[in-house]
């Protein structure tokens, strides 16, 4: 019994004797039966020898198929079919041996050796069989009695990997969990029973919730994304039902799931959306054997470009960035990940110019992915200097190395608030595109310049952009999950606050789609989706946790510097235009000639040298005039410039 408790297994000599105790057991009893039961007739004859012969024959078949290795608490179908076979194989072994070789060898009388070969087939494999699921039903309902409070789920589908998911919870080691049945949305299965389970519609949640007192809905985290699932998903958060996941059954190790594999739901997983389509050829063709350079590649955007670049069997990644710990773990990952890809790590600030000239000369990147930047809106309202010195000067040097060293492609990821921008990171982003965007109109300036006064390059220069990504460093998901790990509350600075998200793999998917679609001088924008309600959000974290809104208190902070009430991804001035893929639009911005551009930028390089703020956000806004500042202490700048 305490083996059983302690979910230990039986030695596999123990199970290779218990075995073959039944299978003699059975030969005997088939052999009485034949005889019937005249046992001194019996003792008399050859019944020993008979007896002996399928005793050696039973072990070696049984050992070599390895009957004996299998726990039998995890017997199955398969367990099943393989006793059938090996009882079939040692039976057939048995009358060949007996037929060709014994009696004549050594004249014994038969006894009609196939009908009791054939009486003990089923004898045998059914006790065999038998005794295997009477030892695992023993094995849960000791279990099951020994477990405390039971949890009462729902699984999600009605589909052979929901049934496997249902053998795995009934079968787990902790043994909590009771079924209450499937939920679908097929018509041909609804008020059917798989494996003595009903399966409900999904509109029959509340219903079961009420009569069945529901704790968890159970769903395979690879089927997250349908409209009826999702429905599902929203009812269960909506009863407070708490809502799992279990990862793809090819991720279950050795073929079983562990309980460290069920998952909460997250926040993330209810926002995604259907999975993004993206031509793996044409970003193949357009990565495969280059030298990518990736800055910014040790945060969340930039590390997520590493890991699907690598994908597509670059020559060379080259990864920049002057955080040395996340750089460091970086390196470490993708070497587990990627083990044989040539990684050139390089810390290095971006507003440095010799050291980023270094770089360059190095590795001679013929792709780059421009990830770095500030992006903490409050942080640079406080900071603007770091903001210009690292959002635009960083870019322009990136963006001039580039055409010095004849990079073929200049991807930069900006950002939504770079739209109508009402702080200075979005105006100095907004900045860096300008430039970046003014660099493919070059050739185009009039004819009256010498070309000795323009710079000439083949890089296209391409901007991405979009909106809030999930997960991502100092997201405010991971915000809210930590401040309703400690009771709360929730901090929102605002009740009507909106924001557009995407995760961050689909976001880096879109980028990579973009950078190989454009030639040069776009502005791609990526479809959000519908901006989603930060109070919305905090409420349904708080319900996924298994609480109520009336548990943590959501405070609403107030907004905070540079901070507006709702992104744009467009400014009212621009137009788009459709391309080839449904997620992916091309901005018509206004148009800016280049040396009109660097005049503007050395200027306020130059105010920035000088450290007034005053004066560097005064020329933000003469470059940007569409920056007004929100809840910031530069809003007095805008009445003046009026």
């Not at 009695?145 to 789920?153: H, I």
């Not at 009256?448 to 710079?455: F, L």
């Not at 454009?518 to 109070?535: C, R, T, Y």
């Amino acid at each position: 019994m305490k083996t059983f408790l302690q979910n230990k297994a039986l030695p596999k000599w123990i199970i290779l004797i218990i075995d073959q105790v039944i299978t003699t057991w059975s030969f005997a009893l088939s052999f009485f039966i034949i005889r019937q039961f005249d046992f001194e007739h019996i003792l008399r004859g050859h019944f020993l020898v008979y007896v002996g012969i399928y005793f050696l024959v039973s072990v070696t078949v049984f050992y070599l198929m390895r009957i004996h290795t299998g726990l039998i608490r995890y017997s199955s179908t398969d367990d099943i079919y393989r006793i059938f076979t090996a009882v079939l194989i040692a039976s057939l072994t048995y009358a060949a041996l007996v037929g060709l070789w014994v009696e004549p060898e050594f004249s014994i009388d038969s006894v009609n050796i196939y009908v009791v070969l054939l009486i003990n087939f089923f004898i045998c494999s059914s006790v065999l069989i038998m005794m295997r699921i009477g030892a695992k039903a023993l094995f849960y309902f000791i279990k099951r009695g020994t477990t405390g409070e039971k949890e009462t789920v729902l699984i999600y589908g009605a589909d052979s990997f929901a049934i496997l998911v249902k053998q795995a919870l009934e079968v787990s080691s902790v043994g909590r969990f009771t079924i209450a049945g499937f939920v679908d949305d097929n018509p041909n299965k609804i008020d059917k029973n798989i494996q003595q389970k009903r399966v409900y519609h999904i509109n029959d949640i509340e219903k079961l919730q009420k009569k069945l007192h529901i704790d968890k809905l159970v769903i395979l985290s690879e089927e997250l994304k349908s409209d009826a699932r999702k429905s599902a998903i929203e009812k269960c958060v909506e009863l407070g039902i708490k809502v799992v996941t279990v990862p793809p059954t090819d991720q279950w190790m050795s073929g079983y799931l562990r309980m460290n594999q069920i998952q909460d739901l997250r926040i993330e997983d209810l926002l995604q959306r259907p999975p993004i389509v993206i031509e793996n050829d044409k970003i193949s063709a357009d990565l495969a054997g280059k030298r990518i350079l990736i800055t910014g590649g040790a945060g969340s955007i930039g590390s997520e470009i590493v890991r699907q670049v690598l994908t597509y069997n670059p020559e060379m990644v080259i990864i920049c960035d002057q955080a040395e710990s996340p750089l460091h773990e970086l390196q470490l990952e993708m070497e587990e990940e990627f083990p044989g890809a040539n990684l050139k790590l390089c810390i290095g600030d971006i507003q440095n110019f010799n050291r980023m000239y270094a770089l360059f000369k190095e590795y001679s990147p013929q792709m780059v992915y421009h990830a770095a930047a500030y992006k903490h809106v409050p942080m640079m309202e406080n900071n603007p200097s770091e903001a210009i010195m690292t959002n635009v000067l960083g870019t322009k040097n990136l963006a001039d190395l580039s055409m010095t060293f004849d990079v073929e492609k200049f991807v930069m990821v900006s950002t939504d608030k770079a739209v109508n921008p009402t702080n200075i990171m979005g105006a100095s982003k907004r900045i860096a595109e300008i430039y970046i965007q003014s660099l493919n109109n070059i050739n185009a300036e009039g004819k009256q310049q010498e070309r000795s006064q323009r710079p000439q390059h083949q890089t296209r220069f391409i901007t991405t952009r979009f909106g809030n990504v999930l997960g991502s460093n100092g997201s405010v998901i991971p915000r809210f999950r930590a401040q309703i790990e400690k009771g709360g509350p929730i901090t929102v600075t605002h009740p009507d606050i909106t924001r557009y998200f995407m995760t961050i793999p689909e976001a880096v998917q879109l980028v990579l789609e973009a950078g190989t679609m454009g030639s040069g001088g776009e502005i791609f924008i990526f479809d959000m989706g519908q901006p989603v309600k930060i109070v919305d959000l905090a409420k349904k974290m708080i319900k996924l946790a298994g609480l109520t809104p009336q548990d943590i208190e959501i405070v609403f902070s107030g907004l905070r510097p540079g901070e507006k009430l709702y992104e744009e991804l467009l400014n009212q001035e621009e137009l788009t235009i459709p391309t080839h893929h449904e997620k992916i639009k091309v901005s018509k911005v206004r148009e800016y000639t280049y040396n009109k551009v660097v005049a503007n930028i050395n200027e306020l390089l130059t105010l920035n040298k000088d450290g007034d703020e005053t004066d560097v956000v005064r020329k933000m806004k003469n470059i940007v005039p569409e920056f007004k500042s929100k809840n910031s202490r530069f809003e007095e700048l805008d009445s003046m410039l009026q």
